[in-house]
Nanobody, 123 residues
């Protein structure tokens, strides 16, 4: 499966961005999809995930209530709507996909990764 992220950029604190991840090469609807991020000098961390059905979603405590993950099966795309952005959200954001049964918060269980998109929150 190939994953291509888009939508990153520079935004002021309190602003919003929507990231998109377009998937191709395999049956998108069969996979758990996740978003992770890596800030400068820090380890990769889980942000959000969504099961193949779209019925179950998972969020890191640091983004809960501000970020929303969703998927569009017709477009083979998963989205991350990010609101009320803070400077600490600055990172490279990665899309990932894994089997339907994986632990969604564990990056080691994802099989496919995108190249990442930079999100910078700064005044």
């Amino acid at each position: 499966m190939q994953l291509v992220e888009s939508g990153g950029g520079l935004v002021h604190p309190g602003g919003s961005l929507r990231l998109a991840c377009a998937a191709s090469g395999r049956t998108f609807s069969s996979y758990t999809m996740g978003w992770f991020r890596r800030a400068p000098g820090k380890e990769r961390e889980f942000v959000a995930a969504i099961r193949r059905s779209g019925g179950n979603t998972y969020y890191a405590d640091s983004v809960k209530g501000r970020f929303t993950i969703s998927r569009d099966a017709a477009k083979n795309t998963v989205y991350l709507q990010m609101n009320s952005l803070k400077s600490e959200d600055t990172a490279v954001y990665y899309c990932a996909s894994g089997s339907s049964w994986i632990v969604p918060t564990d990056g080691n269980e994802y099989a496919y990764w995108g190249q990442g998109t930079q999100v910078t929150v700064s005044s």
